[in-house]
């Protein structure tokens, strides 16, 4: 009787867990691989994460840079072209993500930074077979780009690594 009553547990576990992994999956909350748009190879690692309701996004790992990236005296890749207080600060660890808030199925209303050049967009994101599509624009939405952005551990290709 007690190997009964552990599997209804695990079964009203799993019920109760399953729509939580569900949601998860429903938020870009995580790592991303951004991928470069002109060579495919992944450029940088962002992480998204939610702070009072919203979402933001700071690069914590660059993974290829440009051979000609400003850097300052120690080396390190900076935000040249950026305005305010992200002028000249580390790339890594920069805020390029903030105040995406949730609409529907996707999350938009915030901005994006874009690290080479230094301009700011409007923004929106969702998920679409997994991965991350990361939106910038001008004015309205059907003049900018969209990237696609993969979970971290998956490699340019898509497969593990």
């Known amino acids: 009787m007690k190997h009964h009553s552990h599997l209804a547990w695990i079964a009203a576990l ?3 867990l399953g729509p939580m992994t569900a949601l998860a999956q429903d938020s870009p909350v995580g790592h991303w691989k ?13 992480e998204i994460y939610e702070k009072d309701g919203e979402l ?3 690069i914590v790992e660059i993974l290829k ?3 000609d990236a400003p850097r300052n005296e120690e080396g390190v890749i900076i935000c040249e072209a950026c305005d305010g207080d992200r002028h000249d600060k580390p790339v890594e660890g920069l805020n390029i993500i903030w105040e995406m808030e949730k609409d529907g199925d996707q999350w938009a209303g915030g901005r994006i930074l874009d690290p080479e050049n230094g301009k700011e967009y ?4 969702w998920l ?7 939106r910038g624009f001008i004015g ?3 003049i900018g780009r969209t990237q696609e952005w993969l979970p971290a551990e998956q490699d340019a ?3 593990e690594g």
């Open 140 to 142: 309205f939405s059907l």
């Open 65 to 67: 840079a440009r051979e």
């Open 122 to 125: 409007k923004a929106k994101m």
């Open 56 to 58: 933001y996004g700071d």
């Open 128 to 134: 679409e077979d997994g991965n991350l599509m990361v």
């Open 34 to 46: 951004t991928i470069d748009d002109e060579t495919g190879e992944a450029r940088s690692i962002v």
């Open 157 to 159: 290709t898509g497969s």
């Open 14 to 16: 799993c019920l109760l």
